[in-house]
Nanobody, 124 residues
Framework: QVQLVESGGGLVQVGGSLRLSCAASGRTFSSYAMGWFRQAPGKERDFVASISKSGGNSYYADSVKGRFTISRDNAKNTGYLQMNSLKPEDTAVYYC?????????????????WGQGTQVTVSS
């Protein structure tokens, strides 16, 4: 069992930045690949970024590539999502998730554990 808690969301203006954190507890965080997903009102939960267990490989949705950076610190049991150049269309609830696999998936159904989400609102 892994418990995940996101933090760092909030209200930011267009072009601004936020850093989301995902604190993990329970089983060894380094045993799990990690992903970030987001869900806007009335829409499906979409893949944003993912990172392998070791942090050596990362993957991004085209919509955030070059603006967002996923990272992790296994010694601190924490994952991060640095979001720069934010746009109104980035507004959503952001979730971190963990799956016990070497190569993380883009399909949210593949993930075993989820956080409660943190709201990100980008105002224009």
């Amino acid at each position: 069992q892994v418990q995940l808690v996101e933090s760092g969301g909030g209200l930011v203006q267009v072009g601004g930045s936020l850093r989301l954190s995902c604190a993990a507890s329970g089983r060894t965080f380094s045993s799990y690949a990690m992903g970030w997903f987001r869900q806007a009102p009335g829409k499906e939960r979409d893949f944003v970024a993912s990172i392998s267990k070791s942090g050596g490989n990362s993957y991004y949705a085209d919509s955030v590539k070059g603006r967002f950076t996923i990272s992790r610190d296994n010694a601190k049991n924490t994952g991060y999502l640095q979001m720069n150049s934010l746009k109104p269309e980035d507004t959503a609830v952001y979730y971190c998730a963990a799956e016990r696999t070497a190569v993380p998936h883009r399909n949210p159904a593949a993930y075993d554990y989820w956080g409660q989400g943190t709201q990100v609102t980008v105002s224009s």
